[in-house]
């Protein structure tokens, strides 16, 4: 007997929408299907597809297609069946229950990745290029000649390890005796042990200077080279008074200064350091050459050091009075520490007191 269906609502349509969505409550209406009496293997089936929901439900395969899930859990209980064929209940129960977990997974999935990165140590900060340079400078011979420098490089632009323009400030300070002549004959000049002879025999001196210099340095990744220019002053003081001597009273004088520092190749340096002042005509040159003999040293945990340079050293000091020059070997250390190192000595000659030995020692520092 066929039977006329009856005319739909207005809202029907909606309804009909709001069910394929599994919300509201006409998705929990059951059809006429529904209200059937069910066969035993019906009954079995249906038993299979609701344990599988909740099965789906318990494991929390939120994240995981509907297809998929139902596939897989399917399997493994010896049932296949299509996921579309979905019962609208068991559906609407699945969606809800996965539309409020997945915040909960979200949120604790944040919190668990906050915590992970809070057991992680901070990155290393950025390394903060240096933008001053102080370096310290020792020499003294066995006649009696010592010398003391400190000077201070400032990067006006930037940083010291890209080019730009510098002011340098330096102060120095020594001490020298050379003999008087005619008066030396009968004693022997390097007499340590009778102090009273260098006030009959020689002539001491005292020297105080210091320098401001303006200029600019070229730096690119394999030498640097600074020019600079500016003015000083100096003072020398005799124990005595030498008319002979003209490097004596306090004398102003215009500065220039040329410095190269360089790694020609990955095992080689090159030093190089001039500088002129016209007060008492003085001059300074200083050359050294090296090759990389260590990259790395290590004496355990009570020195380190990287990149070690042995080489020839080549100095020669002017002035209105004096020369002396010095011919040696030197070693640098390009990195102990936060130190850039030189040590060096050999033979010294000196134009009154002759010949001797000379030690030096440089130490500079950048932050």
């Known amino acids: 007997m066929m039977h006329e269906s009856a005319p739909q609502s207005p809202r029907a349509p909606e309804r009909g929408r709001r069910k394929r969505l599994g919300v509201g409550r006409a998705a929990s209406v059951p059809s006429s299907d529904a209200l059937r009496p069910r066969s035993a293997a019906s009954r079995r089936a249906r038993a299979n597809e609701d344990s599988v929901q909740i099965r789906m439900v318990r494991a929390g395969l939120c994240g995981v297609s509907r297809a998929c899930a139902a596939r897989m859990l399917g399997s493994r209980c010896g049932v296949f069946f299509n996921p579309v064929s979905f019962e609208p209940f068991g559906e609407t129960i699945v969606k809800r229950i996965c539309r409020g977990a997945l915040p909960f997974c979200a949120c604790m999935a944040s919190l668990g990745v906050n915590a992970a990165d809070s057991l992680l140590p901070p990155p290393p900060a950025p390394a903060i290029p240096p933008t001053i340079e102080i370096t310290s400078y020792s020499t003294a011979t066995t006649r009696r000649i010592w010398d003391q420098y400190l000077e201070g490089t400032f990067a006006l632009q930037s940083n010291l390890e890209e080019s730009g323009f510098r002011t340098r400030l330096g102060l120095g300070f020594g001490r020298y005796d050379y ?9 022997p000049f390097s007499d340590v042990g009778l102090p009273g002879i260098r006030e009959f025999g020689k002539v001491s001196g005292r020297y105080q200077e210091g320098a401001f210099l303006f200029g600019y340095e070229f730096v690119t990744d394999r030498y ?3 020019a600079l220019i500016g003015g000083g002053v100096v003072h020398q003081g005799l124990s005595q008074p030498d008319p002979e001597n003209p490097a004596r009273g306090t004398r102003w004088g215009f500065n220039v200064a040329l410095q190269v520092d360089a790694n020609p190749t990955d095992q080689t340096m090159f030093y190089g350091y001039g500088a002129y002042s016209t007060a008492f005509q003085t001059s300074y040159v200083d050359v050294r050459p090296g090759y990389l003999i260590f990259e790395h040293f290590n004496l355990g945990s009570f020195f380190s050091a990287t990149n070690i340079y042995v080489g ?11 020369y002396m020059w010095k011919a040696g070997a030197h070693l640098t250390i390009s990195e102990m520490g936060p130190f850039h190192t030189t040590i060096a000595g050999g033979y010294a000659y000196d134009q009154y007191n002759k010949s001797g030995a000379y030690g030096l020692i440089e130490t500079s520092v950048r932050f």
Do not use: Y
Request: glycine letters at 8%.
């Open 179 to 187: 003999p008087i002549a005619g008066e030396d004959a009968d004693v």
């Open 224 to 226: 640097s080279v600074l």
């Open 312 to 322: 020839p050293q080549g100095v020669l000091e002017t002035n209105a009075r004096d």
